[in-house]
Nanobody
Framework: QVQLVESGGGLVQPGGPLSLSCAASGTFFSVDAMGWYRQAPGKQRELVAVITTGGSTNYADSVKGRFTISRDNAKNTVYLQMNSLKPEDTAVYYC???????????????WGQGTLVTVSS
């Protein structure tokens, strides 16, 4: 009953910017935290950034100062602005929503399908 739709992935040159967005849709009351994860080839999935309903944020050390996460609570949408991209940022980026309160009064999490970001010259 909850779907996360991501957009914005693609090919970008080192040092360039790229923006990602993810919108939660379906039948539910509310969403708690939303965040972005990524999985590079041959590596485990890792947290990139997370943001609460109140706007508090946390970032992985590898992206601090370069990436910015934000959200629009009215639209149930989370964004990730990526700047000064490096080849090591190449990965599939996944959107995640935590603490989704469903119409059946259950709490669950949901993942997006992932969008590929390739940083290469």
């Amino acid at each position: 009953q909850v779907q996360l739709v991501e957009s914005g992935g693609g090919l970008v040159q080192p040092g360039g910017p790229l923006s990602l967005s993810c919108a939660a849709s379906g039948t539910f009351f509310s969403v708690d935290a939303m965040g972005w994860y990524r999985q590079a080839p041959g590596k485990q999935r890792e947290l990139v950034a997370v943001i609460t309903t109140g706007g508090s944020t946390n970032y992985a050390d590898s992206v601090k100062g370069r990436f910015t996460i934000s959200r629009d609570n009215a639209k149930n949408t989370v964004y990730l602005q990526m700047n000064s991209l490096k080849p090591e940022d190449t990965a599939v980026y996944y959107c995640k929503a935590d603490g989704i309160l469903t119409m059946n009064f259950k709490t669950l999490d949901a993942w997006g399908q992932g969008t590929l970001v390739t940083v290469s010259s």
